[in-house]
T-cell receptor, first 114, second 112 residues
Framework: NAGVTQTPKFQVLKTGQSMTLQCAQD?????MSWYRQDPGMGLRLIHY???????DQGEVPNGYNVSRSTTEDFPLRLLSAAPSQTSVYFC?????????????FGEGSRLTVL | TQLLEQSPQFLSIQEGENLTVYCNSS?????LQWYRQEPGEGPVLLVT?????EVKKLKRLTFQFGDARKDSSLHITAAQPGDTGLYLC????????????FGKGTRLHILP
């Protein structure tokens, strides 16, 4: 079972470069979200989506864009990377649109911005 | 301001001891969840508590949701080295139940 798949697992960027972190799920989940995890900060919500064509901002959306053209995919775009965006990024999905549903996480993408 | 405050941030204890970690908020949550994360992996759900005062047990782990649904605790009895990890509480924000946020986590280390 694939579950939630994130690519790439590791990436190094220079300041100002752009890139897209890919996230795909094969569980037909309506809800998908992106978090970043920094030491001592837990997981902070960047953007989320309750279904295809619908996205909304989380706690720390600045510097990131998302789109949800299909149920399966939820890419996260960094338009102009900054060192402050060095982090581990996790994509998650849930069958339920509301908060009581279980979040299934990918294995994470470690991004370093020089 | 962190909506979900977890304490302690770090805990290192001997195998066989008991421990409790806390997740507190000034806001009411419709439900709270506890996740466990191991190095290099994404978090995995342990439990969801929904009803105020609810107690759920998962082997040696006991989870409680406060009566007012503002706080939760995780108690581990006779901790084992395999319990080592990062424990995170999560909840849907009070005004938007589709926005799921996390506390900063409690990093637990059980010494053999």
């Amino acid at each position: 079972n694939a579950g939630v798949t994130q690519t790439p697992k590791f990436q190094v960027l220079k300041t100002g470069q752009s890139m897209t972190l890919q996230c795909a799920q094969d569980m037909n989940h309506e809800y998908m979200s992106w978090y970043r995890q920094d030491p001592g900060m837990g997981l902070r919500l960047i953007h989320y989506s309750v279904g295809a064509g619908i996205t909304d901002q989380g706690e720390v959306p600045n510097g990131y864009n998302v789109s949800r053209s299909t149920t399966e995919d939820f890419p996260l775009r960094l338009l102009s990377a900054a060192p402050s965006q060095t982090s581990v990024y996790f994509c998650a999905s849930s069958r339920d649109r509301a908060g009581a549903g279980e979040l299934f996480f990918g294995e994470g993408s470690r991004l370093t911005v020089l | 301001t962190q909506l979900l405050e977890q304490s302690p941030q770090f805990l290192s204890i001997q195998e066989g001891e008991n421990l409790t970690v806390y997740c507190n908020s000034s806001s009411v949550f419709s439900s709270l969840q506890w996740y466990r994360q191991e190095p290099g992996e994404g978090p995995v759900l342990l439990v969801t508590v929904v009803t105020g005062g609810e107690v759920k047990k998962l082997k040696r782990l006991t989870f409680q949701f406060g009566d007012a649904r503002k706080d939760s605790s995780l108690h581990i009895t006779a901790a084992q080295p395999g319990d080592t990890g990062l424990y995170l509480c999560a909840g849907a924000t009070p005004n938007r139940d589709d926005k799921i946020i996390f506390g900063k986590g409690t990093r637990l280390h059980i010494l053999p």
